[in-house]
């Protein structure tokens, strides 16, 4: 029962991320609340696998946790290079 | 019961995504978005006990697929907004889709069906004599690697020469700084 417990919070705080990613005045923001949904959603896989008694899942919340990271450096990097842009021009 | 209600809260939430996905104009928060939408994706994936679907959907869609849109994002210049009328077109031909999608779905077999076609065609065969074929245990494995191995073969092929040509296309520029280098290097010798 804790689980199912465990599972609606994790659902409230994806909820409340995704309006920060829908509001967000500036991309950081957006990135932030992206990264933190992803990081979330893995917690929710796993605690998923426990809660319907199949808690081999782990290993797929790992694999989550590494592209998320891969994903915001890569649009970390994409301000990086627009900001060189602007600097010749 | 608790099965529904996921999955209810899960596709709730990949409505709203896509409805702001539409609305956004930033380049750079679309792709953002679309992180997000594919990670609901593969979350509904898990719930309804297709693992090895969320995996390549984690793997393609989150990982790979945002990194390919944010580096086409940082070629192009900044967006203008498109017109109502350019969008006509691709709006009849989302919705004629969507609508033979909605026929089509209504036509399934239901979720688990044991009469499902797909369920008495080969599938049994596979489950009862893979293992003392090949003797490998897990039987998904078995069938791409031994009754389906050419064309996993092929299919590999594939997928290796498609991302010779994405790396190829997306670091020409620095292969250019190299060569310009070189060049300046023999115009001051």
Known sequence: MIFFATLIVLGVS???????AIKGPTPF????SISSIGTIIAIGISVHGFAFDRPDFVDISLMYILLNFLGTIAILRYYKIKRKKSNVV | MNFLLINFFLISLLLVTTFFI?????????VALTGAFTLLCSAIYVNLDAVDVAFTEAAVGSGISTILMVMAAAKLPEGKKNKLINLFPSIILAVAISLILIIIIANLPLLGDPNAPIHLHV????????KDFFHIPNVVTNILA???GFDTLG???????????????????TLNRKTNFKKNKKNER
């Open chain 1, 29 to 32: 923001d957006r990135i932030l």
């Open chain 1, 14 to 20: 994806v909820a409340l991320c995704l309006v920060r």
């Open chain 2, 22 to 30: 539409f609305k956004t104009t930033s380049l750079i928060s679309v």
């Open chain 2, 146 to 148: 031994s009754y389906r």
């Open chain 2, 155 to 173: 299919e590999t092929i594939v997928i290796f020469t498609a991302g010779l040509g994405v790396i190829a296309l997306l670091t020409s520029n």
């Open chain 2, 123 to 130: 599938v049994p065969e596979y489950l009862k004599e893979s």
